[in-house]
């Protein structure tokens, strides 16, 4: 299990590398870099180690960027849902749903129909 410090240095470093990912200036350092290697690719006649490569690259970086995603995502999604439940409870509306998300799959099925 990993330590508090551990937890609050990666929870740190995967907000600050989502919200660096996100940026226009990323976006635009990512397509001068992708036009920069098909430059030198084409350049230098596309080999089989440069195909590689490509493809490596690419497989890396999109698994990296999926994680980052999930990961802000998911802390997104308990972030609303926090601030739903409250409203809830500080409204005059029923909160017999109040932590329904929190149920197994198969345990929903009642509360969702009655």
Known sequence: MPTPLAHQLVG??????????????????????????????????????????????ATLATCLILVLLQHSQNRDMRTLQTKVDELIRSSGARNHMIGVERLERDKDAPVLRG
């Open 12 to 57: 740190r470093l995967s907000d600050h590398s989502a919200r660096i990912v996100g940026s226009r200036l990323a976006l635009m350092a990512v397509a001068a870099v992708i036009a920069i290697w098909v430059i030198l690719g084409l350049a230098t006649g596309p080999t089989k180690q440069w195909l590689l490569a490509t493809n490596m690259l």
